[in-house]
């Protein structure tokens, strides 16, 4: 028995380990990416005589798509800001298992349509502290255009692992989910529109 206990000893320091290498891979990828994202610095431009109020055509037309960017032969929407948590991640444009390894993904949604899911690991460099968030923190989200949309926090919920439909719920602006620990239940922070940058 003490062999037995052993080896399973053995083995959840594997699965530990495993689980922080892990995590380290995805907190350099997110960094690299970051890195690679940054927009160049704007051409100094004489400013215009009269500024233009310009509608962005996102207002005009809510469900159009999220612009992407390619880097690295995935594609990404923008860049996910909470800075109570000194937490900057890249968000890919749609979700799988594999890509979830890398980086945050949207789940379904828009920021546009103000009903974005953004889903990642649990993973202490990426979504692993969201449980800690209380009402009012401030989150951000910016295409990849620039264009910034700012949220706050209204709720921090745990909801069933297969319950899709509270996950996407249109009744909040910016959703963002992970898994408890083990994976037995999900957490949910949902936020609501703070205001809007174009």
Known sequence: MI?????????????AGGNFLEADRAALASEQVLQQMEPPAPAE???????????????????MEMPETEVDGHRYIGVL????????????????????KLAPCRYSGSAYTGNLVIAAHNYRTHFGPIKNLTVGAQVTFTDVKGRRFSYEVSAVETIEATSVEDAVSNAWDLTLITCTPGGQARVAVRCLRADEMA
């Open 81 to 100: 800001e909470i800075s109570s948590l000194e937490l900057s991640l890249p968000v890919m444009n749609e979700w799988s298992y594999p890509r979830l």
């Open 3 to 15: 062999g037995g206990g052993l080896l399973l000893l053995a083995a959840a320091l594997l699965l």
């Open 45 to 63: 431009a004489d400013p215009p005589e009269e500024p233009e109020e310009v509608v962005p055509a996102y207002v005009l037309n809510p469900d």
